[in-house]
Structure formats: C-alpha cells, structure tokens
C-alpha cells in the first residue's frame, strides 16, 4: 500500500481501557488522514492532519477520540475507555504537498484492526 | 463533493475488460473524478483520477465523458487478482479534502 505504515496491525482491548494507533505517512507526505470501517459497511472519514495541526475533524465522535501529528514521529489516533461499538478497522492514508494544482491523491495504509472485548 | 452513483456489483471474466459505470451528473466544473478500490478488508488502492480528458496509468483507463455526467472506469484485461470493490469519488482538486466513500461496486472476476 505505497509505503504508508500502520501499527498495530491487530489490536485488542477490553472494554474502558484506550487503544492508540499509530500512523507512518508515506515519504515527504505532510497530510494524514484517518478512516474506519466499522463491520460490513464502508469507510467513513474522521479527521485530517497536517503537522501539528488538526484541519477537519467532522468525522471524529465527540468524546473519547483524539488525534495528533506531531512535528516528529507518527500520527496518533487515540481511543480512550473503549466500548465494544469502536471494534472496526482503522485505516490512514497520507497525501504529497505539488503546490496549488495539487490532485492530492491519498496512499493507504494496510490498516488497525481493534477488537474490544 | 458532488454525490456518485455506481451499480452495487458486477461480475467479469478473467481476461476479458471490465467497464465499471459511475454517475455524477451534479458534478463541479472544479470537481476530479477519482477512483480507488478496496481488496478484501485491505486499506484502499488509489487507481487513477481525471478531470475531463480520458486517463490511462498502467492499472486502468478513465472515460469521461463530454459533458462530465459519467465516466468509467476500464480494466483491459481483468485478473482474479482484481476482485474488490471500486470507488467512484467526485473530490474538488487543489485542496487536500477528505474522501467520501460511497457503497461502490462489487466486482467479482470468475475463471
């Protein structure tokens, strides 16, 4: 999946305690984006980054999700006092800065699978 | 991000080109038109994307057609290997925006 790297590739947490994932963007990509896939349906955006900055979070639930882009090291996507309903695939995706023409295609990762016990 | 429609799946046999429809009659005159498709429960490739002139990459074509309503997408010569679901995606380019996933196509690729 073009470079962008994901870990966990599995994780499994028991209800209340937090899940963090991490995300590598790809190369020289300075915008990350999240995604999950909950069981049989599709995939839904939650927040887009740029270095240490949050740009759109319209997707993100309002409590207990979080995400950060530090100016070093990967995106983090955290999940505080899980519940069973955040059990889903977790996907990030990078895109490359080409100036103003830009098409901003985005590079996936192989995605976070959380399963909450 | 004008809305897209695409037929919930298709089937194909192997070897033989796969044309994949989307509709997207509200689109923009700013508006791209992207494709990506989704391999099992694998993170989802990008495939290629246009604005009004058809695109070929080494994965796949893209027909727009003139008035920017439709377009397809075209596998020349599917494989096994191509089995997924595609997604058509009207997205506005200069600005890196989220994705909106629709529910895509099925396509299944037989011996």
């Known amino acids: 999946n073009a470079g962008v790297m994901q870990n966990p590739r599995h994780l499994v947490r028991r209800r209340g305690q937090e899940a963090r994932l991490r995300c590598s963007p790809m190369k020289g990509h300075s915008h990350v984006y999240w995604y999950r896939q909950l069981p049989e349906e599709g995939l839904k955006f939650m927040v887009y980054l740029q270095k240490e900055n949050i740009i759109d979070e319209s997707g993100m639930p309002k409590e207990r999700f979080s995400a950060e882009f530090p100016k070093e090291g990967p995106s983090i996507l955290r999940i505080q006092q899980v519940v069973r309903g955040d059990s889903a695939a977790y996907f990030c995706?990078?895109?490359?800065?080409?100036?103003?023409?830009?098409?901003?295609?985005?590079?996936f990762g192989p995605g976070t699978r959380l399963t909450v016990t | 991000d004008a809305k897209t429609t695409q037929p919930p799946s298709m089937d194909c046999a192997e070897g033989r080109a796969a044309n994949l429809p989307c509709n997207h009659s509200t689109i923009s005159g700013n508006e791209y038109v992207y494709w990506y498709r989704q391999i099992h429960s694998q993170g989802p490739q990008y495939i290629i994307h246009g604005l009004k002139n058809n695109e070929t990459n080494e994965m796949a074509s893209l027909i727009i057609t003139e008035d920017r309503k439709s377009s397809t997408l075209i596998l020349p010569h599917a494989t096994l290997r191509d089995t997924a679901v595609y997604y058509c995606i009207v997205r506005v380019t200069g600005t890196a925006s989220k994705l909106t996933f629709g529910t895509g196509t099925r396509l299944q690729v037989t011996l």
């Open positions: 995706a990078s895109s490359p800065i080409q100036g103003a023409r830009a098409s901003y295609e985005q590079y």
